[in-house]
């Protein structure tokens, strides 16, 4: 979808930033900003797009985004744990070094996206679907994934120790690689194709022996 098909597009009015802390902003434009060390931890922002943004090491913990648009962004080594994401869209876009520990995500599509190195530890996902992205080291241990699908993903270095899985659909990911937390896949959906290449390493976690004579 086009930044101009969103239902908001016409409310939508230019914003030169800088981000601030609990600050509300509603149907603001963030266009080609770099944000250095943002501050905006506890903002809010409902109807809001950001095309082209860089925020860097930015300070956002517990903040809420609503119906919001991202495209051709880039989140680098930015704190956004606790925030609480609703009804967006992410698209074209590299995150990389955050911190989204318990993180609450609802109905949010992720569209070839690149995720490197993000700790969604003790988040909870529902109805988030990946779709295209590249995901390598994302931490998705002891968090709760309801509805969450993977199509035309490739998953790298992925972990998903203690977290708790129901309905999430596996069986599109184009790569699955996990170096550990094998148990945390109950619940998942997986090909037979992908059960063959875990095989192994559900084995080694289970401590079985697989020894042909």
């Known amino acids: 979808m086009p930044l101009e098909d969103l239902p908001y597009a016409h409310l939508l009015q230019p914003h030169p930033g800088p981000l601030r802390r609990d600050e509300r902003y509603d149907t603001a434009h963030f266009d080609a ?3 250095q060390g943002a501050q905006a ?5 409902l109807e809001c797009a950001f095309t082209g943004v860089t925020v860097s090491e930015g ?11 991202l495209e051709g962004c880039r989140l680098v080594a930015t704190d956004l744990a606790e925030s609480e994401w609703q009804d967006g869209t992410v698209a074209g876009s590299l995150l990389a070094g955050i911190a989204a520990y318990g993180a609450q995500l609802r109905r949010l599509t992720l569209r070839q996206c690149k995720l490197e190195a993000v ?19 994302v931490d998705f241990g002891a ?5 969450v699908s993977f199509p035309g993903s490739s998953l790298e270095q992925v972990r998903f120790g203690q977290a708790r899985l129901a309905k999430v659909d596996l069986r599109g990911a184009t790569r699955l690689e996990l170096p550990d937390g094998h148990e945390g896949l109950r619940g998942a959906v997986i090909s ?3 059960l063959l ?3 192994p390493q559900f084995a080694q976690a289970l401590g079985v ?3 042909d004579s």
């Open 33 to 35: 900003l770099t944000l």
């Open 41 to 45: 931890g506890g903002a809010s922002f």
């Open 59 to 69: 300070k956002l913990r517990q903040a809420r985004f609503v119906e919001v648009w």
């Open 119 to 137: 700790n969604l530890r003790s988040a909870v996902l529902r109805e988030v679907v990946f779709e295209d992205c590249q995901l390598r080291d």
């Open 143 to 147: 968090a709760k994934l309801t509805g």
């Open 192 to 194: 037979t194709h992908q």
């Open 197 to 199: 290449e875990l095989a």
């Open 209 to 211: 022996t697989v020894k």
